[in-house]
C-alpha cells in the first residue's frame, strides 16, 4: 500500500510539473515571450531612425501600456528630428543668402537699366520689345533662385515618390553655384546622361548634397575646385553622387568621428557639428549609405549612393 501509495504521489507530481511546465511554456512565450519580440522589433526600427511607428501591440495590459509610450515616443522623436533638419535647413538658408544676395545684383541692375531706358521715350519699337524681353528673362531668372530657396527651406517633409536624383544634383549645383564664387572657388558638375531614378523625398536629398558640398567649400579657405559628379553599379543596381574637394582634408584619426553629432573642425559659432549626422541619418532612410575618403592636404570624397528604383 506504501508503495503504491508513493507511486501515485509520483505520479500525481509528475503529471502536475508536466502541466505546470505547460502552462509557463505558454503563458511565458505566447503571453510575453512573443509580445516582447515584437516590442524589441519595433525599438531596433526606430533605432534605425524608421520613426512614426504605430503601436506593435494593441492589448489592455502593461505590454499594450508599454507597446503604446514606445509609439508616442517614435512619433515625439521624428517631430524633433523634423524640427533639428528644419532648423539645419534654416542655418544653411543663411549662408545662401550672401550668395544668392550677389546673384540678384546682376539680374537686378539689368531689369532697372533697361526700364530706365524704356522710361526714356529714346528707343525705337524694336529696342523697346528687345528691352522688354530682357527684363521678362531676367525677371524669370530671379523667381527661379528665390523659389529654388523655398522649396529647399520648407519644413514639411514629403512622402517619399520616384525622382530623378540628376536633375536634383543638378538644381542643387546652381542653388550653390554663387556661394562658391563669393569664395573664390570653383564648381564643377560632370552631369550623366543616363536616368538615375531613386525612391526619396528630393527637399531632403537637395539638403544632403547642400550640407556636402558647403563643408567642401569651408575645406577650401584659399580656394580651389569642388567636382559633383553621378555614377552607377549596375552589379548592386545603385546610383551614386560624388562630392570632391581639393581643401585640406581630414586626419585619417577623425575619419570614424564625421558623422557623429556635434563633432565639428569649424571654430565655436560657424558650426553645430550636426549637418553630417542629419545627412547620415537622411541617406539611411532612403535606403542609402554615405562614405568619405580623404588624404590630409589632398582633399576629401563625400560618396552617397542610392538603390535605384525599381520600375513595376
Not at 536616368?195 to 523625398?201: H, N, R, T, V
Request: with cysteine; aromatic share 4%.
Amino acid at each position: 500500500m506504501v508503495r503504491d501509495s508513493l507511486y501515485a504521489s509520483l505520479l500525481s507530481l509528475l503529471g502536475v510539473a508536466g502541466l505546470s511546465a505547460l502552462v509557463i511554456y505558454w503563458g511565458g512565450v505566447q503571453l510575453v515571450g512573443k509580445p516582447l519580440d515584437k516590442l524589441i522589433e519595433q525599438v531596433n526600427r526606430i533605432g534605425e531612425g524608421k520613426l512614426d511607428q504605430p503601436p506593435a501591440l494593441t492589448c489592455h495590459d502593461e505590454l499594450g501600456r508599454l507597446a503604446a509610450a514606445i509609439s508616442q515616443m517614435s512619433h515625439r522623436l521624428s517631430a524633433q528630428r523634423d524640427t533639428i533638419r528644419h532648423t539645419d535647413r534654416l542655418g544653411t538658408i543663411g549662408t545662401l543668402a550672401a550668395g544668392v544676395a550677389h546673384e540678384l545684383g546682376t539680374p537686378l541692375n539689368v531689369v532697372s537699366g533697361r526700364a530706365g531706358l524704356i522710361a526714356s521715350g529714346k528707343l525705337s519699337a524694336d529696342e523697346v520689345a528687345s528691352s522688354a524681353k530682357t527684363i521678362k528673362s531676367e525677371s524669370e531668372r530671379m523667381t527661379a533662385i528665390i523659389r529654388q530657396l523655398l522649396d529647399f527651406a520648407r519644413q514639411t517633409p514629403s512622402p517619399h515618390g520616384q525622382i530623378e536624383l540628376g536633375e536634383i544634383v543638378a538644381r542643387t549645383c546652381d542653388l550653390m553655384r554663387p556661394l562658391v564664387s563669393k569664395s573664390e572657388a570653383e564648381l564643377v558638375f560632370d552631369s550623366a546622361t543616363l536616368p538615375m531614378e531613386i525612391d526619396g523625398d528630393a527637399a531632403q536629398v537637395q539638403q544632403v548634397l547642400t550640407n556636402l558640398i558647403s563643408n567642401a567649400i569651408a575645406a577650401m579657405p584659399n580656394g580651389g575646385t569642388v567636382t559633383v559628379s553621378l555614377g552607377s553599379d549596375e552589379e548592386s543596381d545603385r546610383v551614386w553622387v560624388d562630392v570632391r574637394d581639393t581643401g585640406v582634408g581630414i586626419q585619417a584619426e577623425n575619419l570614424n568621428q564625421v558623422f557623429e553629432p556635434f563633432y565639428t573642425t569649424k571654430d565655436v559659432g560657424e558650426g553645430t557639428g550636426l549637418g553630417l549626422s542629419i545627412a547620415y541619418g537622411i541617406v539611411r532612410e532612403h535606403g542609402g549609405d554615405i562614405t568619405v575618403d580623404s588624404k590630409q592636404g589632398q582633399g576629401t570624397t563625400f560618396r552617397v549612393s542610392f538603390p535605384r528604383h525599381k520600375h513595376p
